[in-house]
């Protein structure tokens, strides 16, 4: 797995982090982040289906 913003949120990376919500469609049930890419979160389930 590459970097995700999981990872990213945990470095204090928060300006790609607020870039993503912008956009996000998945979110992350693990860590409760969110992306637009489901590729950028561990554990990704479309925001659609909560
Ligand atoms: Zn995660």
Same mark, same amino acid.
């Given at each position: ?20 919500? !912008? +956009? @996000? ?5 693990? %860590?409760? !982040? +969110? @992306? ?5 979160? %561990? ?8």
């Amino acid at each position: 797995m590459g970097k995700t913003l999981c990872k990213l949120a945990k470095k204090g990376e928060l300006k790609e982090i607020a870039e993503a919500a !912008r +956009t @996000a469609r998945f979110i992350c049930k693990k %860590c409760g !982040r +969110t @992306a637009e890419d489901r590729k950028s979160l %561990c554990s990704p389930v479309p925001v659609e289906e909560l």
